[in-house]
């Protein structure tokens, strides 16, 4: 098969890491890829590093610029008429109703919907245009594929498709080996639940948040929560945020502001592979605070690593993350937050437990080959 997959952005992101993932796939299957986003970014040197073709786009942005817009869609209609593909791929919202509009599947077209951007909790003017322009554009389409069941769910209440041309399949992640991973870090770092549980000291909890630092992620809840702990857990917490975006001088401030220097830490965006070395070696307790989400790649790398997750209750977070695995937030809000860190800081035993259950989960539902052979079959059946 010759496959183009066609998405906004280039910069690390949970997109962006499935593209990654089927190129991969399909390139060692002996496929020919093709790939079409922003320039500059972490999938572009992805998609050369794998044996892809890349195809820059940079008029590629989530502007509503008319202008852009028009030199996107020829840019898009320039490359695939020199690629000559079996099918398109889409992936984001932009590029997703960007290219069905363009393709009007004269090509077989399919559309991955990594969270529709008309979520419960989105802005309101997203939420009243958006199901309007999905509705438009499924008519240029032969499937769409949801990466969640709630995104299957929300598809279906806005009559964005026909039942026949909507799919779900999960995100997939890799799955590291549980039982090495905390041997990677040097014993001094450790924490209690890399086995020190039966200590008698609490040790140091570090507890990692990953996100750009922009809405709907809401890192303020988190270190809103940790300062209203009891002084002698707030000094036994090391917080790392990493990611970039627009509000990292406000978040930096606020920081300072929350006399917090010595307890968070901001490294800022990091290649992916030290995002995951510092998941597999390091973290206690994985945090992912969010107005409305998909479904988070982030989530399911936690658990695959072994770490219990705090998560807000929006999108399909729920479809990961049981009472066994860790703790959902119903409620937003600094006091529920502060209890649910409370409890795991003061249980290493249980957050043990939980990372264990977690991996475990993370195993069974969300592994990378069910991913691959899901979407292989859905492609086979269109080509």
Request: hydrophobic fraction near 45%; aromatic fraction near 8%.
């Amino acid at each position: 098969m010759k496959l183009f997959f066609f998405i906004t952005k280039s910069e690390a992101g949970g997109a962006q890491t499935h593209v990654a993932q089927l190129t991969k796939f399909f390139v060692a299957r002996g496929d020919e890829v093709a790939i079409m986003s922003a320039p500059d970014g972490w999938l572009e040197q992805e998609a050369l590093r794998l044996g892809a073709h890349f195809f820059p786009n940079p008029h590629l942005s989530n502007s509503l610029n008319p202008w852009r817009f028009l030199q996107a869609a020829k840019t898009l209609t320039n490359a695939v008429h020199d690629f000559q593909p079996d099918l398109i791929a889409c992936h984001s919202t932009v590029a997703g109703l960007l290219g069905r509009f363009v393709i009007r599947n004269r090509i077989p077209t399919v559309f991955t919907a990594h969270g529709w951007g008309f979520q419960p909790g989105a802005p309101r003017p997203r939420r009243v245009l958006l199901p309007i322009l999905e509705r438009l554009a499924a008519r240029f389409c032969v499937k769409i594929i949801c990466v969640s069941q709630n995104d299957l769910a929300l598809a279906r209440a806005h009559h964005i498709a026909p039942p026949e041309k909507l799919t779900q399949i999960y995100n997939g992640v890799e799955m590291p080996d549980l039982l090495s991973l905390r041997s990677l870090d040097p014993p001094s770092t450790h924490s209690t639940s890399s086995g020190q549980a039966g200590s008698g000291s609490l040790g140091m909890t570090r507890i990692i948040f990953i996100g750009r630092l922009a809405p709907p992620k809401n890192p303020y809840l988190l270190i809103r929560a940790v300062a209203a702990l009891p002084q002698t857990l707030r000094d036994r917490v090391r917080v790392i945020v990493i990611g970039d975006g627009p509000e990292m001088t406000a978040l930096q401030d606020f920081v300072r502001e929350s006399q917090l220097g010595n307890q968070v830490d901001l490294p800022g965006a990091l290649p992916r592979e030290e995002v995951l070395r510092r998941l597999q070696t390091q973290a206690d307790l994985f945090v992912l605070l969010s107005s409305w989400e998909g479904f988070p790649y982030s989530i399911i790398e936690a658990m695959a690593c072994g770490v219990p997750v705090i998560a807000s209750d929006v999108g399909g977070v729920r479809e990961a993350i049981t009472s066994q695995t860790g703790i959902l937030l119903t409620h937003n809000d600094i006091q529920t937050l502060s209890q649910a860190l409370e409890q795991l800081i003061q249980n290493p035993k249980q957050r043990k437990a939980m990372g264990e259950q977690a991996h475990l989960a993370a195993q069974k539902k969300f592994s990378v080959d069910q991913m691959y052979e899901a979407t292989l079959a859905v492609y086979q059946s269109l080509v």
